[in-house]
T-cell receptor
Framework: NAGVTQTPKFQVLKTGQSMTLQCAQD?????MYWYRQDPGMGLRLIYY???????DKGEVPNGYNVSRLNKREFSLRLESAAPSQTSVYFC????????????FGAGSRLTVL | GNSVTQMEGPVTLSEEAFLTINCTYT??????LFWYVQYPGEGLQLLLK?????DKGSNKGFEATYRKETTSFHLEKGSVQVSDSAVYFC????????????FGPGTSLSVIP
């Protein structure tokens, strides 16, 4: 029973490089989310997907793109990484019809030099 | 827009002390309210929740009561343990816009023996 799985756990990039953070959930949840966590800022919503085929911007979408590949997978892409995107990224999913609770992955720590 | 405010800490308590972490919210409707906990090096996990006014959520000795008149959801525990050291996040989810979950900045708690 894996829950929400994120890869990679750690990544170091140079400014201008691109990368994709992968997220998959095995709980048949409809909604999926990407948050970033920065010291003193708490969690800020980057993008979310209410269902397969739909995505919406959150509080801080600039510099990111997302893809809801299917019901299980929701990826986050940085096309041209900047030092300001150094952060810990969390993927989460939620069963809208059930307990209405977010289940989080373990996080991906990204450093942009 | 919707928002969550909570005391940022850090909070340092001795074992068996009483804990209160204040949380207030701004919302246009009648949100569901949550407390999530993040242990070092891990993702967030649900601690407790309340879905309507005067509901009390409880788990692992922690409690919080949904107070509509003061728009608050303060977290309390009568006797903290070293194992309660973590970051605690208050969050809300609007019933009319289920898909957005807004978090407070988090409160870091350290419990010393």
């Amino acid at each position: 029973n894996a829950g929400v799985t994120q890869t990679p756990k750690f990544q170091v990039l140079k400014t201008g490089q691109s990368m994709t953070l992968q997220c998959a959930q095995d709980m048949n949840h409809n909604s999926m989310y990407w948050y970033r966590q920065d010291p003193g800022m708490g969690l800020r919503l980057i993008y979310y997907s209410a269902s397969e085929g739909t995505t919406d911007k959150g509080e801080v979408p600039n510099g990111y793109n997302v893809s809801r590949l299917n019901k299980r997978e929701f990826s986050l892409r940085l096309e041209s990484a900047a030092p300001s995107q150094t952060s810990v990224y969390f993927c989460a999913s939620r069963d809208r019809a059930g307990a209405n609770v977010l289940t989080f992955g373990a996080g991906s720590r990204l450093t942009v030099l | 827009g919707n928002s969550v405010t909570q005391m940022e800490g850090p909070v340092t308590l001795s074992e068996e002390a009483f804990l209160t972490i204040n949380c207030t919210y701004t919302a246009t409707g009648y949100p569901s309210l949550f407390w999530y906990v993040q242990y070092p090096g891990e993702g967030l996990q649900l601690l407790l929740k309340a879905t309507k006014a005067d509901d009390k959520g409880s788990n692992k000795g922690f409690e919080a009561t949904y107070r509509k008149e003061t728009t608050s959801f303060h977290l309390e525990k009568g006797s903290v343990q070293v194992s309660d050291s973590a970051v605690y996040f208050c969050a809300l989810s609007e019933k009319t816009s289920y898909d957005k979950v807004i978090f407070g900045p988090g409160t870091s708690l350290s419990v010393i023996p």
